[in-house]
C-alpha cells in the first residue's frame, strides 16, 4: 500500500468510529474564581483543580476520569499501539552495553540487560579481569512506584559510591551511600537534594546540592563526612531568582559552586585538598554578565559575556585577577563550552546556528576544526578524563545518523568510531536529513532541520510534524531518535524549527525571543510551518505540532495565534497557564524565571503575559485534535496547568475532535523512568498521529 495515498482518505472514517465507541468526555465542574491586577479583571473556573498536596479525593477524581475517557477514547489505536512499541524493542538488540571508559585505575560501562527498564553499571580492573557491578538500578528500583537515577560519583579511590535517586517522580534526590568493599549502604541526611556531588581529593568528604523543600529550588551546598558528623552546610543562596549547580574542574583541585540567575552569575570555590575551608568567592555577579568557571595546571579559565556581544572565553590567575580574552566573541559567533587538555585547548562555538569543535594549540596557537558530516547535527563532548591523552572522545548524533562515540587525534586530525549503537535494520542510507532557512514574518532568517525517508517524499503530499522548544537559551539540535524511525518509515516528515528563544544561534537568538520579544517565538513556529507546506515538504492540511514543557508553550500559543494551521498537535507536560504561574511567587521556579518570562507585577510583563498564555486566550475554535500529558508529581510544570488547559478546551469540543489528557500519576516532567515504559510513551503519541493521518497498517 503506498503509505501517501492512505493518508487523507481514511482519516476520517478512522476518527468517526473511534469517537463513536468513546465515552462522553469528562466535563470539569465550574467553580469561578475572579483575579484581579492592573485595571484588568480574569476570571478562572477551573482555578479549583490546582491542589499542592496532591491528594484531593475530587481533584484525582476528575485526573482519573480523564485518563478513563483517554483509554477509551484511544482504544482503537492499540494494535498500532502494539506494533510501534515491539518495533522500536526490536531495534535494539538488548544487552548491548555503552563503550567503556578509563578513571583512576578502572573501566566503566553501562549495559541495559534484555527488556530491562533500568541499566547496569559496572567495571573492571584496566589490567583486565570480569566485569563487577557497581550499582543494579532495577535493584535499587524494586518496590518503588517511581525510579530514575539522577547521577553517581565514585569517590577518588574508587571504594565508595555516592548516588541520587529520584523515587518520587517530582526531580528531588533522594542521595545513597555504598561502601564497595563491603557493599554496605551507609546513611546520608535525609534531605532533598540536586543530582551534582563531587568528592574531596581523599575521599572523605562528598559536596552535594541541597534543594528547597518547599519550592524545590537548588539553594544550597552541604559536605557529609564519611566520619559521621552531621553534614556542614558551607553555601546557601538567600536570593530567590539564583539557583546552584556544582562541579569538579578539570584540575581536580577545586569543587566550583555556580550560583546563576536569568542573567548573572558568580562562582565560589571549595578546596577539594582542604574540605573544611570556607568556600572562596571567584568574582562577585554583577547585572547581566554571566560567567562560568574551570581551573586548569594552575589557572582559571571562564565562558564568559563581559562583552554585550556574547560569550567569549577568558584566562585569570586568580580569584579577583584580571580577566584576559583568548577567544573574544564576533558578531557571528560565541564560545558554548570549552574542553582543557594538556597540549591543546578545546572550544565548541555557535555559528550560523551550528556547533562547531576546534582545537588550539597550547604552544604556537595552531588551530583545527573537527570535520562533521551531516547538514544539521549534534555534537557535544564525551567523558575525557586523562586530559594527556592527545585524544579526544566526541559524542555526534543528527536527525539520521545513530547517537555514536568518535575519537579526534588531536596530532594529526583524523578521526574513528569508536562505539556505534546496533539498530536492527536500519540504514542511515534510506533517510535524508536537510537544514533549511525559513524568512520569518519580521524577515529573520529561522533555521529549521528535517528528515524523511527517502522514496517517501511525494510533494505537497506527506504529513508533517513540527517540533519546538524556544526558551531559556536552549539549542534544540538536530539529534537522532530511534523511535522517531517508525514515524518516518509511515510516510511522515519530522521537522525542528529552531525558533527564537532558544539558544541555537547565540546569545542575541535567546534576547530576540524572551521577555518583551517572546512573540517572536510563536510567529517562527507558525511562519515555519506555512513554509514548509509551501515548499512541499507537507500537505498544507496534514501538519502537527509538538513540544514540551516551555515548547508546550509555544505549541498552545500557536495554536490560538494561527486557528485551523494544524491538524492536530501532541503538548508534553505543556506550560500553558503561563500568567497565574508567573503571579505565584511560591510555586518552584517562578521566580527564577523573572528574566525569561517577566514579573506580573509590572503592568507592562503582565499585558505580555496575558496575550499569550495559552489558557488565557483559548478561542472560539476550532482546535485541533491534541494529546495532552501531565505528570501528577511534575513540579515544573504542575499537572493543574495542562488539566485546566483541557478543561477550557473541552468547553469548545467539536463532534469528531480527540482531545486527551493523560496524566502520569506516578510520574513528574520527565515522565516515565523505565527504558520501555519511554518507548510505550513514545508508541501512544505516534500512533494518535498516524491515526490522525488516516494511517492503516498494510
Given amino acids: 500500500m503506498n503509505p501517501i495515498l492512505s493518508f487523507a482518505a481514511l482519516a476520517g472514517l478512522c476518527l468517526c468510529a473511534a469517537l463513536a465507541r468513546a465515552d462522553a468526555p469528562p466535563r470539569a465542574d465550574v467553580r469561578p474564581q475572579t483575579f484581579s491586577a492592573h485595571g484588568d479583571t480574569r476570571v478562572d473556573p477551573y482555578a479549583w483543580l490546582r491542589d499542592d498536596s496532591r491528594s484531593r479525593p475530587e481533584v484525582l477524581a476528575h485526573l482519573q476520569a480523564e485518563n478513563r475517557y483517554a483509554e477509551t477514547l484511544l482504544a482503537d489505536q492499540q494494535p498500532l499501539r502494539d506494533t510501534l512499541l515491539a ?4 531495534r535494539s538488540t538488548g544487552g548491548e552495553a555503552s563503550l567503556p571508559y578509563a578513571e583512576n585505575g578502572w573501566e566503566y560501562r553501562e549495559r541495559y540487560p534484555e ?55 517530582d526531580g528531588a534526590q533522594q542521595l545513597a551511600l555504598r561502601d564497595l568493599a563491603s557493599g554496605e549502604w551507609l546513611p546520608l541526611a535525609d534531605r532533598k537534594a540536586g543530582t551534582e556531588m563531587v568528592w574531596s581529593a581523599d575521599g572523605r568528604a562528598l559536596w552535594y546540592v541541597g534543594v528547597d523543600p518547599d519550592t524545590y529550588r537548588s539553594s544550597r551546598v552541604y559536605r557529609h563526612a564519611l566520619d559521621g558528623q552531621d553534614d556542614a552546610l558551607v553555601y546557601e543562596e538567600k536570593d530567590e531568582a539564583y539557583t546552584v549547580s556544582l562541579s569538579s574542574s578539570a ?86 563550552s570549552f574542553l582543557l587538555l594538556k597540549r591543546h585547548l578545546i572550544v565548541k562555538e555557535r555559528r550560523d546556528g551550528l556547533s562547531r569543535v576546534r582545537a588550539i594549540a597550547w604552544r604556537g596557537g595552531a ?44 596530532a594529526n586530525g583524523k578521526t574513528r568510531a569508536l562505539w556505534q549503537p546496533r539498530l536492527a535494520g536500519y540504514r542511515a542510507a534510506d533517510y535524508r536529513s536537510e537544514r533549511l532557512w525559513m524568512r520569518a514574518r519580521d524577515g529573520e532568517r529561522v533555521p529549521v532541520s528535517l528528515v524523511y525517508r527517502r522514496g517517501l517524499l511525494a510533494k505537497g ?29 509511515r510516510g511522515f516528515v519530522f521537522a525542528i524549527a529552531h525558533v527564537r528563544g532558544g539558544g541555537e544561534r547565540g546569545r542575541r537568538w535567546h534576547e530576540a525571543g524572551r521577555l518583551a520579544n517572546k512573540q517572536n517565538s510563536f510567529n517562527d513556529f507558525v511562519d515555519a510551518a506555512r513554509e514548509l507546506a509551501r515548499l512541499g515538504y507537507a500537505r498544507p492540511d496534514q501538519l502537527y505540532a509538538m513540544g514540551g514543557s516551555a515548547g508546550g508553550l509555544l505549541v498552545g500559543a500557536a495554536l490560538n495565534q ?32 523573572y528574566g525569561e518570562w ?101
Avoid: C
Fill in 115 to 169: 527488556g530491562a527498564q533500568q541499566p547496569v553499571y559496572e567495571r573492571r580492573p584496566l589490567a583486565g579481569g570480569a566485569w563487577r557491578t557497581v550499582l543494579d538500578a532495577a535493584e535499587r528500583a524494586k518496590g518503588k512506584r517511581y525510579y530514575r537515577l539522577g547521577g553517581w560519583q565514585l569517590s577518588p579511590d574508587g571504594r565508595y559510591l555516592a548516588v541520587a535517586e529520584d523515587v518520587r517522580g
Fill in 251 to 336: 584540575s581536580r583541585r577545586y569543587a566550583l559552586i555556580a550560583v546563576a540567575g536569568s542573567d548573572s552569575s558568580e562562582a565560589w570555590l571549595l578546596d577539594a585538598r582542604d574540605p573544611a575551608a570556607p568556600a572562596k568567592l571567584f568574582a562577585a555577579r554583577r547585572p547581566g554578565r554571566e560567567y562560568y568557571l574551570d581551573h586548569y595546571r594552575g589557572a582559571f579559565y571562564l565562558r564568559a559575556n563581559p562583552d554585550p556581544a556574547g560569550f567569549g572565553l577568558y584566562r585569570s590567575a586568580a580569584p579577583g585577577a584580571e580577566w584576559r580574552a583568548l577567544i573574544a566573541p564576533g558578531a557571528d559567533a560565541e564560545v558554548e
Fill in 87 to 90: 518495533e522500536m524493542q526490536a
Fill in 461 to 489: 503530499g506527506n504529513p508533517l510534524l513540527l517540533y519546538g522548544y524556544g526558551a531559556y537559551g536552549m539549542a534544540m539540535d538536530a539529534a537522532f531518535s530511534a523511535p522517531r524511525i517508525s514515524l518516518l518509515d
Fill in 562 to 593: 494561527a486557528p485551523g494551521l494544524f491538524r492536530g498537535a501532541v503538548a508534553q507536560v505543556p506550560f500553558v497557564d503561563a500568567l497565574s504561574s508567573m503571579q505565584d511567587a511560591s510555586l518552584p521556579l517562578t521566580v527564577g524565571e
Fill in 367 to 410: 588551530s583545527r576544526t573537527l570535520a562533521l558530516p551531516d547538514p544539521a547535527y549534534r555534537v557535544w563532548f564525551d567523558r575525557n578524563p586523562d586530559p594527556d591523552s592527545g585524544r579526544l572522545r566526541y559524542r555526534y548524533s543528527s536527525l539520521s545518523t545513530p547517537t555514536s562515540t568518535w575519537e579526534w587525534n588531536l
Fill in 598 to 698: 517577566g514579573d506580573p507585577a509590572d503592568a507592562d510583563a503582565y499585558r505580555r503575559l496575558r496575550g499569550y498564555s495559552p489558557v488565557d486566550n483559548v478561542g472560539a475554535g476550532p482546535y485541533p485534535h491534541l494529546l495532552v500529558t501531565a505528570g501528577l508529581n511534575d513540579r515544573q510544570v504542575p499537572y493543574w496547568e495542562p488539566a485546566k488547559w483541557v478543561a477550557r478546551l473541552r468547553e469548545r469540543q467539536w463532534p469528531g475532535q480527540q482531545l486527551a489528557l493523560i496524566t502520569e500519576m506516578d510520574a513528574g516532567h520527565r515522565g516515565q523512568a523505565g527504558r520501555v515504559s519511554r518507548l510505550a510513551a513514545n508508541a501512544r503519541e505516534y500512533a494518535f498521529l498516524l491515526t490522525l493521518s488516516g494511517w492503516r497498517e498494510p
